[in-house]
């Protein structure tokens, strides 16, 4: 177990309990969520080690490792993942000034990223801690994604583009992670972080009940300040800052079902996302996910 006496983002102590969240997909525990003050990032208390959280994934309903389509909410997501796996290659290309190149995709699930990637000319290379994911993307897509541990064993300056869709709030090592980001990046490359956004429209709506929250598998949860925070520590800038529109839709629909105890309400999720999203247009703060951009 692990237990902070300080902000694991920013190293400083200004921080005090804010609420308290269930895990709803495997152990049903509650778990306290921590607010630090200088920041403003919150992180999971008391989380399990290393050694020991790999129980809490264990579950069918994990859809990155198990690209399950059991439920409404797991088909919609499929869904709309072509579009949104093609919206992420566009940003790539777009915010790297590169056609081509060399991609590092950590937490990579079952390759479906790697996979549009690939075909669109890039080379790739894959991290993903589960083994029955990287099972599935070697059948899926004959990618032979690696275990994490190798991050610290790959070359200097390698990457034009290291992307993370929703891995860092995973990540225990975080500051070791961040700083060996930056030395895997090549002149000009670009990191893509993909996180919730606590200060969302939608958090605010369903509070301890929001979905992405996800205790405890997430660790921290970030908010634009505490991100800008983390990055300035270790000499790099968010240079960007993109919604994930369909997030918005996805949580709700989720958190309806751990408010309805499993049954839901599409209609209200349904309007809730769509307000978080008008919100965005006003304030990009208020998208229930966002896609940071950030060089070196």
Same mark, same amino acid.
């Given at each position: 177990m692990v237990?902070?006496? #300080?902000?694991? *983002?920013?190293?400083?102590?200004?921080?005090?309990r804010a609420l308290s969240a269930e895990d709803y997909t495997v152990s049903h525990q509650r778990f306290e969520i921590w607010h630090c003050n200088s920041c403003s990032a919150r992180f999971t208390q008391d989380i399990p080690g290393q050694e020991a959280i790999g129980a809490f994934y264990a579950s069918e309903n994990y859809i990155s490792h198990s690209d399950?389509? $059991?439920?409404?909410?797991?088909?919609?997501? #499929?869904? *709309?993942?072509?579009?949104?796996?093609?919206?992420? =290659? @566009?940003?790539?290309?777009? $915010?790297?000034?590169? @056609?081509?190149?060399?991609?590092? %995709?950590?937490?990579?699930g079952t390759g479906a990223f790697l996979d549009t990637m690939q075909h669109a000319g890039w080379q790739i290379t894959g991290l993903e801690? %589960?083994? @029955? +994911?990287?099972?599935? +993307?070697? +059948?899926?897509?004959?990618?032979?994604a690696?275990?994490?541990?190798?991050?610290?064993?790959?070359?200097?300056?390698?990457?034009?583009?290291?992307? =993370?869709? #929703?891995?860092? $709030?995973?990540? #225990?090592d975080l500051?070791?992670?961040?700083? @060996?980001?930056?030395?895997?990046l090549s002149e000009g490359g670009r990191i893509f972080i993909a996180v919730p956004n606590y200060t969302s429209y939608d958090s605010s709506v369903y509070k301890e009940h929001w979905a992405a929250y996800d205790v405890p598998r997430h660790l921290y949860h970030f908010s634009p300040q505490s =991100?800008?925070?983390? =990055?300035?520590m270790h000499g790099l800038k968010v240079n960007a800052v993109h919604p994930m529109w369909f997030d918005s839709f996805y949580v709700s629909m989720l958190s309806e079902q751990y408010i309805n105890k499993g049954r839901g309400n599409l209609a209200r999720a349904a309007i809730r996302g769509l307000v978080s999203n008008i919100k965005t247009l006003f304030s990009k703060n208020k998208c229930s996910s966002v896609i940071y951009v950030i060089s070196a």
């Open positions: 237990h902070y006496s #300080h902000c694991p *983002v920013c190293k400083k102590e200004s921080i005090a399950t389509k $059991e439920g409404l909410v797991n088909r919609l997501y #499929h869904a *709309v993942r072509k579009r949104t796996l093609r919206s992420k =290659m @566009q940003l790539v290309k777009r $915010e790297t000034a590169r @056609q081509q190149g060399a991609l590092l %995709d950590i937490g990579c801690p %589960d083994e @029955q +994911a990287r099972k599935r +993307a070697a +059948a899926l897509y004959n990618i032979k690696q275990e994490p541990g190798i991050l610290f064993q790959l070359a200097p300056g390698s990457f034009d583009a290291i992307t =993370m869709w #929703h891995v860092l $709030e995973h990540v #225990h500051h070791e992670y961040v700083a @060996q980001l930056k030395k895997l =991100m800008n925070t983390l =990055m300035q």
